[in-house]
């Protein structure tokens, strides 16, 4: 990273998932998704990363192929409350940025954790993620990809599960035609002490109408700053989303 401050990648990791139990650990051609995402990390250049699980088996694997883990425990509703615990126990400076990294992206481009990483040279970043813009109707109006309006500087203004912003008298099959949009890309950079602060607060009504977590930040007043990407990262939610990574990066 480009400034003295320490940037930390934490890859929460749980083992229990309704859709798809044991997902940390399924094979990926010859590797676990754990251990995919990790190596991705590390060749993004962050000064340090670390798997956060509650679960033995994950903490085994992790130990197995070398990387370091840290136990959290099994109560956290968000993996922003299990990054937060592991973050405390690696006794970081208030000025240190963690990466909260999805643990289901065996391939995410290492570019977009720097990108992300980025953000912080200013030093009135608080909170950082990423955004894409959206080329066809079916994401734009799809209530499962969050999108985001942004200002001038960059700084989000708001997230929703509907297409913002509306364009009003015009057909909805027509507004990528007639405007920008952006999908929301759930990577998140905190300094520190914000992310120590921002886990303590209560849900927001905003939160919980849009089931957005980062809303509850917005309206108790942080700045989350974004970065654009162009890179299609493949999510696995369950076990048919397996093909859809052999496809794209095995055949």
């Known amino acids: 990273m480009k400034n003295s401050v320490m940037h930390i990648g934490i890859i929460p990791a749980r083992y229990a998932s309704s859709r798809f139990p044991g997902k940390p650990l399924v094979d990926i051609h010859g590797k676990s998704m754990i251990q995919r995402v990790y190596e991705q990390c590390v060749k993004s250049h962050l ?3 670390v798997v956060a699980t509650d679960d ?10 070398g990387g370091e883990v840290v136990r959290t425990a099994s109560t956290h509703i ?7 615990e592991a973050a405390k126990k690696l006794n970081l400076d208030n000025e240190s940025i963690v990466v909260n990294i999805q643990g289901d992206e ?3 481009d290492p570019d977009d954790i720097r990108k992300l990483g980025n953000c912080f040279d ?10 894409k813009k959206i080329g066809d109707t079916e994401t734009l109006h799809n209530p499962n990809s969050p999108k985001v309006v942004r200002g001038v500087n960059g700084q989000a203004l708001y997230f929703s599960r509907e297409a913002i912003p509306h364009l009003k008298g015009i057909d909805k099959e027509l507004w990528l035609s007639q405007g920008t949009y952006f ?3 759930g990577i998140y950079g905190f ?4 992310l120590q602060k921002i886990t303590t607060l209560k849900s927001s009504a905003l939160e919980q109408s849009e089931g957005l977590e980062q809303l509850r930040w917005i309206e108790n007043g942080y ?3 974004t970065a654009e990407t162009s890179s299609d990262c493949v999510a696995v939610d369950s076990p048919e989303d397996l093909k859809r990574i052999d496809q794209k990066f095995f055949s």
């Open 47 to 49: 000064d340090r990363v």
């Open 56 to 65: 033995e088996r994950i903490i085994e694997h992790v130990q197995d192929f």
């Open 78 to 84: 968000s993996g922003t409350d299990r990054i937060a």
């Open 106 to 108: 065996p391939f995410i």
């Open 122 to 131: 200013n030093e009135a970043t608080q909170i950082a993620t990423l955004v």
């Open 183 to 185: 999908q929301h890309i």
């Open 191 to 194: 300094r520190y002490d914000v």
């Open 223 to 225: 700045t989350i700053q």
